[in-house]
């Protein structure tokens, strides 16, 4: 379904519903299409609240939030990376 900008302000509930049943909604601008809607994943899981805040708290840790960083924003960026593989 391929919808406007303007159409999809005015039916944005409607759309969000049709999206949640499976169906891809297309938003166009000017003849373009410029955005998808898509029904949601579920969540895996992720992480708590409080599971995310002693993650945040360890790696300022590591990190160090203060003065001169204990990692180069390159090592950051290299082990947070290395977990996806």
Excluded: N, Y
Aim: aromatic fraction near 2%; proline fraction near 1%; avoid cysteine.
């Amino acid at each position: 379904m391929v919808k406007t900008l303007r159409e999809s302000k005015a039916k944005l509930s409607e759309l969000v519903e049709a999206a949640s049943r499976g169906e891809d909604v297309l938003i166009s601008v000017r003849g373009k299409v410029k955005a998808r809607l898509t029904r949601a994943t579920e969540s895996s899981g992720g992480l708590t609240g409080r599971e995310w805040a002693q993650e945040l708290l360890a790696l300022q840790r590591r990190i160090g939030v203060r003065g001169k960083p204990k990692l180069t924003s390159e090592q950051i960026l290299t082990e947070s990376r290395a977990d996806r593989f």
